[in-house]
């Protein structure tokens, strides 16, 4: 098992702290990192955990998993690895203007 967790049904208003301090009871948390909207700075309702064992992610997991906080039911469960997105952007089109000529 991994010691990254991803946790959700988070509040919109849920920060760092918060999550951290939910998780600090099951070990030591070496990383956490709510999702926010890029716009508006809201929580998307979900983040992630890193733990500094899988044993105590398991425990955390287990733990976690239905818990409430901020009144919310959260989900946790062991986080996938991100796929590997294809580099480079597309680019724009050719450039000047265009004129149909008759």
Do not use: C, I, K
């Not at 702290?17 to 998780?23: E, I, K, S």
């Not at 700075?41 to 992610?57: H, L, W």
């Amino acid at each position: 098992m991994s010691n990254r967790l991803y946790v959700g049904n988070l509040s919109y208003g849920a920060t760092n702290d918060t999550l951290r301090q939910a998780f600090e009871g099951f070990g030591t948390v070496t990383d956490v990192h709510v999702v926010s909207d890029r716009t508006t700075g809201q929580s998307r309702g979900f983040g992630f955990v890193t733990m500094s064992t899988a044993a105590e992610a398991q425990n955390a997991m287990q733990s976690m998993n239905g818990a409430s906080l901020d009144g919310r039911s959260l989900r946790v469960n062991e986080a996938e690895e991100r796929a590997a997105r294809p580099g480079g952007g597309g680019g724009g089109g050719g450039g000047g203007e265009r004129r149909n000529r008759w």
